[in-house]
Nanobody, 122 residues
Framework: QVQPVESGGGSVQAGGSLRLSCTAP????????MDWYRQVVGKQREWVSS???????NYADSVKGRFTISQDKGKETVYLQMDNLKAEDTAMYSC????????????????WGQGTQVNVSS
């Protein structure tokens, strides 16, 4: 059982863009959706965005209009395109597999990735 692997983080100036990737082999055939979260050291983890197996998306108000979540089922990868980044977007970003149906128990195993750090300078 392999946990999701995030990539694409880095340092960027305010107003810039980054695209994060979350690769999770098996998440499509096992009927998992995917959530992105972010966390700043010393603060509570914050939900950022979600995508369901049928492509439905949701966003936190703080990123709506600036971030776009998408998925490539063939590559078993979910992306988070982050545009017009702000200093307050600085955080560790992690993805998490989420069951979409009651039988998707597989999604609960090793559901979190290790994270990728995003730093936005003003």
């Amino acid at each position: 059982q392999v946990q999701p692997v995030e990539s694409g983080g880095g340092s960027v100036q305010a107003g810039g863009s980054l695209r994060l990737s979350c690769t999770a082999p098996g998440f499509t055939r096992n009927r998992c959706g995917m959530d992105w979260y972010r966390q700043v050291v010393g603060k509570q983890r914050e939900w950022v965005s979600s995508i369901s197996t049928d492509g439905g998306t949701n966003y936190a108000d703080s990123v709506k209009g600036r971030f776009t979540i998408s998925q490539d089922k063939g590559k078993e990868t979910v992306y988070l395109q982050m545009d017009n980044l702000k200093a307050e977007d600085t955080a560790m970003y992690s993805c998490k597999k989420v069951p979409q149906v009651s039988t998707s128990w597989w999604c609960l195993i090793n559901s979190w990735g290790q994270g990728t750090q995003v730093n936005v300078s003003s």
